[in-house]
Nanobody, 123 residues
Framework: QVRLVESGGGLVQAGDSLRLSCAAS????????MGWFRQAPEKEREIVAV????????YYPDSMKGRFTISRDNAKNTVYLQMNSLKPEDTAVYYC????????????????WGQGTQVTVSS
């Protein structure tokens, strides 16, 4: 019943910034943990960032820490991912997902997913 739609991806050069948005419909997700994940060709899906339902707790893997920032606006049912200092290795399809847990760093806990938005970083 819930739908997530990502937007904001595109082609950028190394060092550039990009902001992704994830709009939810069908239900409010004020109490739902949300996350951004990515998958590059021939690689496993990996966590990019996670945020708690309240927005008070976040998690980033070391490779993203300091460059990526997740945020949410529950009044708008929207989650954002600010990406700075992009590198070619950041090239991937980025997915937004939600979980019934208020917070979770585990992909298996995420029940609903968007279709993804392509981010391509050229050198």
């Amino acid at each position: 019943q819930v739908r997530l739609v990502e937007s904001g991806g595109g082609l950028v050069q190394a060092g550039d910034s990009l902001r992704l948005s994830c709009a939810a419909s069908g239900r409010t997700f004020t109490s739902d943990g949300m996350g951004w994940f990515r998958q590059a060709p021939e690689k496993e899906r990996e966590i990019v960032a996670v945020i708690s339902g309240s927005g008070g707790r976040t998690y980033y893997p070391d490779s993203m820490k300091g460059r990526f920032t997740i945020s949410r606006d529950n009044a708008k049912n929207t989650v954002y991912l600010q990406m700075n200092s992009l590198k070619p290795e950041d090239t991937a399809v980025y997915y937004c997902a939600g979980t019934d847990y208020s917070y979770s760093p585990y992909p298996s806990h995420y029940d609903y997913w968007g279709q993804g938005t392509q981010v391509t970083v050229s050198s």
